[in-house]
């Protein structure tokens, strides 16, 4: 089989809690990005941006972001619930936020160019995957919050965060997950 289609077939994802914050190589993640901005884009808009998030802003964003914001949302906090607010983007090696920031346009909608940030997000994910990373798409509670969304360049009235992606080096093989039924959602007109 071609070996492009097998990796899509069989590819998937390591979740953030099982992967291992190594090191990513650092033509790995040009190639990953250059992919990742490598997609389809109705009139060429480029509604979305990427921020690599790595080495110590990963500690810095969580103290100064994910630990506070998460203890504003839940004062009933406990200590260790904060600590692993604080280091979750410390589970990987780096973490690419991607933001969708809609264009004004007189004929492209914006439900477009956030399918087109998905596909920003997806790529990236396969990309990171097929060289062997550990990856994983998050959007988890910090997608939705403004100062995470400053924090990577977006505006809170306008931008959206499609989410994070986790890439890190794998402990072991990650187990399959339930896929739909080909019957279920792939429909033929044929006349
Ligand atoms: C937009 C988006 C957001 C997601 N956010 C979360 C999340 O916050 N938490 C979670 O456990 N999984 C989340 N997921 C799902 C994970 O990526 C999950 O591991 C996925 O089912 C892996 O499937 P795969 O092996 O087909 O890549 C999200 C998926 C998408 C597309």
Redesign the pocket.
Known sequence: MNEIINFLKT???T?AKTMISGHINESDLNDILACGIRVPDHGALNPWSLTVIKYKARYRIGKEILAPEFVLNNPEATEEEIDFEKNRFLRASAVIAVLFKPVSHPKIPSWEMELST?AV?SNI?VAAQSLGYAA?????WYSYNDKMIKVVGGKPETDKL??FIYIGDKEKE?VE?RRPKIENVINYLTE
């Open positions: 590819r998937r994802s979740t998905g997000c994910l994983q798409w998050l959007t988890e499609a989410g990650p997950r």
